[in-house]
């Protein structure tokens, strides 16, 4: 079974500073996707970025970027320039690339980032 | 953006009352999933589906029951609502292959049974 752990229940950043949100991981599998969504106050569940585990390369999303770590199970979160709209809770979850997984995501517990004029 | 709906956003209701929590989706995605969100925040799935006539229990037990008759519609029910099915209750769905997994997200439904 994998499991997701998201170490820090909240985060404080004032505008325009950057946050960084850990993220690590537990599996045995070799193929996989890894997502950060946030779910502000309106509490709808949104994308922010996604990783493929095959690609070294780390995923980019305009202020949001990740730092993916295979060997370490780590999947950090960086946004840079932070907003007043990127107040929310932020869920790291992981997904088994095969095919008997059949798209069971597994959540962390969530890091409420708090973003302060 | 995902085209993905639920209805009612917003529900409170009576205990011993029959609900359906109302999911749809316009991008023709073979995979739908209901999760349940608790006041602590946590997600857990209670049911998913691979496509039409398919539906499957999640990780978490659930009371509830769910039908695929048609790609774009995953209805979940609860027969008898209790103050303890009070949650959120997330509808998602993704594409069954392609390259990618993305599950995309509706707003949400908040129920409230009292």
């Known amino acids: 079974a994998q499991t997701v752990t998201q170490s820090q229940p909240e985060m404080s950043v004032q505008e325009a500073e950057t946050v960084t949100l850990s993220c690590t991981y537990d599996t045995s599998e070799s193929n996989y996707y890894l997502f950060w969504y946030k779910q502000p106050p309106s509490r709808q569940m949104i994308l922010v970025i996604r990783?493929?585990?095959?690609?070294?390369q780390n995923a980019t999303e305009n202020r949001f970027s990740v730092n993916f770590q295979k060997a370490a199970k780590s999947f950090s979160l960086k946004i840079s320039d932070s907003q007043l709209g990127d107040t929310a809770m932020y869920f790291c979850?992981?997904?088994?690339?095969?095919?008997?997984?059949?798209?069971?995501?597994?959540f962390g517990a969530g890091t409420q980032v708090v973003v302060t004029p | 953006e995902a085209d993905i709906y639920q209805t009612p956003r917003y529900l409170v209701i009576g205990t011993g009352k029959k609900i359906t929590l109302e999911c749809s989706q316009t991008?023709?995605?073979?995979?739908m999933y209901w999760y349940q969100q608790d006041p602590g925040m946590e997600l857990h799935l209670i049911h998913y589906s691979y496509g039409v006539n398919s539906t499957e229990k999640g990780d978490l037990s659930s009371e509830s029951t769910v039908s695929r008759i048609r790609t774009e519609h995953f209805p979940l029910t609860l027969e008898s609502a209790r103050p303890s099915h009070t949650s959120q209750y997330l509808c998602?769905?993704?594409?069954?292959?392609?390259?990618?997994?993305?599950?995309?997200f509706g707003p949400g439904t908040r129920l409230l049974v009292l």
């Open positions: 990783q493929e585990a095959y690609k070294q």
């Open positions: 991008m023709g995605h073979d995979k």
């Open positions: 998602a769905s993704s594409p069954r292959q392609g390259g990618t997994e993305t599950q995309y």
């Open positions: 979850a992981f997904l088994p690339g095969g095919t008997d997984s059949w798209g069971k995501l597994q």
